[in-house]
């Protein structure tokens, strides 16, 4: 059967590529391996089907752990987005602690989910594929596994972890919120400065004395920024 084309794919690629329809018994092998939670592949020789795959993702080890973690940091709703059938993602996400999970996503669906998720407020999107780059692109803050990511969601997302352990999500939420208040910090301490020393010189303080109050200002807004180095996530 040399020259033959071979497909494997969900049962809707088959409806979209034509051709005979699934034949009833490899039907109910189908809807077998999708009760069993996992997400299936049919394959197809030419016109001849040679049965289906039936595939499961299992959650990582420190995955659950994260989610409680995220939560204590004050992540409101955790979802899930996914390309794997509905059962596959309801059991993975009550597995770690997920409030609610999206499935049978295509790449497309999951740029119309985030964009939902964003109509009620800011959104995080983490992920590592050539599927999740849109998406990335989507939320409001994209973040992608480093290691394990695609060149793609690397370059689109806006953070990208330099590993690909779940362990240093809640590291970089927590550096990123200490990082915006010590910003902040900085900015009122330089602004607060110049403040009191334009109408200070103008009203008779030396200017020597101004430049050393100023100089001192930005060795303070330096060490405080330095205070960064010594953050650890617990």
């Given at each position: ?60 080890e420190a995955a659950k752990a994260v989610m409680v973690r995220l939560r204590e940091l004050g992540m409101t709703r955790l979802v899930m987005l996914s390309g794997d059938n509905q059962r596959v993602a309801d059991a993975v996400a009550a597995s770690v602690g997920i409030d609610r999970a999206y499935g049978d996503l295509m790449p497309e669906d999951k740029v119309k989910a985030i964009k939902a998720l964003r109509a009620e407020g800011e959104v995080a999107m983490v ?108």
């Open positions: 059967m040399a020259g033959l084309l071979v497909y494997l794919g969900k049962k809707s690629l088959f409806d979209d590529i034509g051709g005979p329809g699934l034949p009833a018994s490899l039907t109910a092998k189908v809807l077998d391996l999708e009760q069993q939670g996992r997400t299936v592949f049919v394959v197809r020789q030419g016109d001849r089907y040679l049965g289906a795959v039936g595939l499961m993702d299992t959650p990582r992920g590592d594929g050539v599927n999740d780059a849109p998406a990335l692109a989507s939320a409001s803050v994209g973040i992608a596994m480093g290691a394990a990511g695609s060149d793609v969601a690397l370059e689109t997302a806006d953070v990208a972890l330099m590993g690909d352990k779940l362990e240093h999500l809640p590291f970089v939420v927590g550096l990123s919120r200490r990082t915006r208040r010590i910003i902040r910090q900085n900015l009122w301490a330089s602004l607060g400065m110049v403040a009191i020393l334009i109408p200070a010189t103008i009203l008779g303080m030396r200017m020597g004395v101004a430049v050393l109050f100023h100089e001192g200002s930005t060795l303070l807004v330096v060490a405080n920024a330095l205070r960064l180095l010594a953050y650890r996530d617990r």
